[in-house]
């Protein structure tokens, strides 16, 4: 997937990669330049995981569509993920909808 110059769709929702599948993930997304749509959606993902993507993915000048709702990922973090995007003036849609939230103490 490192040096994919075709498949433009990734689908992995579902799939429980947790922090370290998201790490490895961010890296290879990281140069990635063909993929425009990637759905991460409920994968118990959390801070380590939500950061590397966020780090790894802004940049990205091919990505239009990112969703990774339903992971455990706090609101703080999402707030950063969409930040991070925010930049990008290809993304079209992010969905970062229904994390467990943790209350702020």
Same mark, same amino acid.
């Given at each position: /997937? =490192?040096? $994919?110059?075709?498949?433009?769709?990734? $689908? /992995?929702?579902? $799939? &429980? +990669?947790?922090?370290?599948?998201?790490?490895? /993930? @961010?890296?290879?997304? &990281?140069?990635? @330049?063909?993929?425009?749509?990637?759905?991460?959606?409920? $994968?118990?993902?959390? %801070?380590?995981? !939500?950061? @590397?993507? @966020? &780090?790894?993915?802004?940049?990205?000048?091919?990505? !239009?569509e990112f969703t990774i709702a339903n992971n455990?990922?706090?609101?703080?973090? #999402?707030?950063?993920?969409?930040?991070? %995007?925010? =930049?990008?003036?290809?993304?079209? #849609?992010? &969905? +970062?909808?229904?994390?467990?939230?943790?209350? !702020?103490?």
């Open positions: /997937l =490192k040096v $994919n110059r075709s498949l433009q769709s990734l $689908n /992995l929702s579902d $799939n &429980k +990669i947790g922090d370290g599948g998201a790490m490895a /993930l @961010a890296e290879i997304f &990281k140069d990635n @330049a063909a993929l425009s749509r990637l759905q991460l959606d409920g $994968n118990r993902i959390g %801070f380590h995981g !939500v950061n @590397a993507l @966020a &780090k790894a993915l802004a940049g990205n000048q091919s990505l !239009v455990h990922a706090s609101e703080t973090l #999402m707030s950063s993920l969409e930040r991070a %995007f925010e =930049k990008s003036q290809n993304i079209i #849609m992010l &969905k +970062i909808s229904s994390h467990r939230v943790s209350p !702020v103490c």
